[in-house]
């Protein structure tokens, strides 16, 4: 029998980490986890694969680290996931969000260079790095145009997994990922803070849920269909950078009218605007067009837009009724 393959994932307690674990352990890998040395470890969206899986402390802001790691998994494929991804806080540490999704990305390719060529690379890049945006929809060949730090240094990731890909023949990949959400989402972005803010709204636990600009629109998936697709991308032939996307635009406001909706609820009653969620630049529109990964991959999404709000919403009326008011 063959060796079981074998898998390192950057950013392994986030919620794309998560469903991407689960997926490979379903797939029989042996699944190993980078994690950060914490004060308090950050593990609820792994808590229930913490027996299955291996977890190694590194750091992608330390090179010596992250040697140590690829040589302790001796991994088939590489999922670099890590990143400072919250847009938002990136205009409060510029530098920092540099470091992690720039520096980091290329600290990562270092690693499986100097340890095994022979590692497939998947790096997540972001719908972000259009920013404002050239051209609708958005493919592989639009022009970046990032409107964030998070967006500028997610683009020198693209490009710096590219050139080692060229440069180094390495089966390097990136994923241009849409935004992609779940019940696992942190409660600091808008889709969670949304279904969130329906749910405590609904069980008596809160009246006001605040928000920025609700024009933005959005190209919103499920994370659990989106890591089917990175997977996908490292059983290929030849490694290539895909978009990966529903195709489909909705703004905040429908986000809001969907979930309020779906809690029986009426939202003109209970939202507001706060100037602080409002982004010095905004990108306003962003929609992918999947059809290469479609073509390539086989890829299809599986659960639609109404569908994931109200699996979210869902998700959060059963956890704060349980008594999980912190997610």
């Known amino acids: 029998m063959a060796d079981k393959k ?15 674990a689960e997926l490979l352990l379903g797939k029989g890998y042996d699944v190993f986890g980078v994690v950060r040395r914490l004060s308090a470890p ?10 299955r899986i291996t977890l190694l402390q590194a ?32 205009w409060d540490q510029p530098m920092l969000t ?39 929809p958005q493919t592989e060949l639009t ?3 990032p409107r964030s730090p998070y967006g500028v240094s997610k683009v020198f990731g693209h490009y710096i997994t590219v050139n080692y890909r060229e440069s180094y023949d390495l089966f390097a990949c990136s994923g241009i990922l849409f935004n992609h959400e779940s019940p696992r989402r942190g409660i600091e972005f808008v889709t969670r803070k949304v279904t969130d803010g329906v749910a405590r709204i609904k069980l008596g636990k809160a009246d006001r849920l605040m928000l ?5 629109k959005r190209d919103w998936g499920f994370s659990g269909d989106y890591v089917q697709a990175m997977w996908m991308m490292l059983q290929q032939d030849q490694p290539d950078d895909y978009v ?3 195709g489909e635009t909705h703004s905040v406001q429908e986000l809001v009218e969907v979930a309020f909706a779906h809690a029986g609820l009426d939202w003109s009653k209970h939202v507001g605007v706060d100037q602080r969620y409002i982004r010095p630049a905004e990108v306003d529109l962003l929609i992918g067009d999947p059809a290469k990964a ?34």
């Open 143 to 145: 022009p970046f145009y």
């Open 98 to 136: 540099g470091e992690f999704n720039a520096q980091g990305v290329t600290r990562a390719l270092e690693a499986v260079r100097s340890v095994n060529p022979k590692i497939r690379f998947y790096q997540a890049s972001s719908s972000e790095m259009y920013g404002r945006v050239r051209e609708v």
């Open 244 to 246: 990966i996307a529903t």
């Open 294 to 327: 479609k073509r390539a991959l086989g890829w299809e999404p599986s659960v639609d837009f109404k569908g994931l709000v109200h699996m979210m919403v869902d998700a959060d009326l059963a956890r704060i009724k349980a008594g999980q008011l912190i997610a």
């Open 59 to 90: 750091d992608l802001l330390d090179q010596l680290s992250m040697i140590r790691a690829v040589e302790r998994a001796q991994p088939h494929e590489f999922y670099n996931l890590a990143a400072m991804s919250f847009v938002p806080a990136s």
């Open 6 to 20: 074998r898998a390192l994932i950057t950013g392994v307690t986030g919620q794309d980490g998560s469903y991407l």
């Open 42 to 51: 950050n593990v609820w969206r792994i808590q229930h694969l913490l027996d």
């Open 212 to 216: 920025g600009n609700r024009d933005a």
